[in-house]
């Protein structure tokens, strides 16, 4: 028996392959805990018109549904390299690992990669593709709105 993880890859695999016989994008993602799955999902981009609609997205909003928002002893496996964005999500959610079929290096003669987004994304604000800026506006009859936020949570 494999337990390195292969089993849930070959998973996020056939999702991947499925998806794309249907005119999906090819990724596919599982989520793991305790050695069982709790979510499958695919990327939904083309299908919702939503470009956060990626596999490991579809299936943290899947899991967390089931397990809460803390995500902690959870790994993904997935069909792909993860890009930026789902990076992100993976670890504001708790998630401890994350393993994947193909990299960025396989995807980009396809157009898959989002090695340049990395890139970008490592530079400092002020060298993005982005325009990005801070501007401190507050509400004059309004309390701070981190502490304002702090004291409902009591």
Not at 59 to 80: E, H, M, Q, T
Not at 120 to 131: C, H, I, N, T, V
Request: glycine content about 8%.
């Amino acid at each position: 028996m494999v337990d390195d993880g292969e089993t849930f890859l070959r998973e996020a695999l056939a999702l991947a392959y499925a998806n794309a016989e249907t005119g999906g994008r090819p990724f596919g993602a599982v989520i793991v805990r305790d050695g069982k799955i709790v979510a499958r999902a695919v990327n939904e981009i083309l299908a919702t018109g939503d470009p956060t609609s990626h596999a490991e997205l579809n299936a943290i909003r899947l899991a967390s549904k089931k397990l809460g928002p803390d995500l902690d002893g959870c790994s993904v496996f997935a069909s792909g390299h993860p890009c930026p964005m789902c990076m992100a999500a993976m670890r504001l959610s708790g998630i401890g690992a994350v393993t994947y079929a193909y990299s960025n290096e396989d995807g980009a003669p396809y157009g898959l990669s989002t090695a340049a987004v990395y890139e970008d994304l490592a530079r400092p604000f002020a060298e993005q593709a982005m325009d990005i800026r801070h501007l401190p506006v507050r509400l004059d009859d309004r309390p701070d709105l981190y502490a304002d936020w702090r004291q409902h949570q009591r």
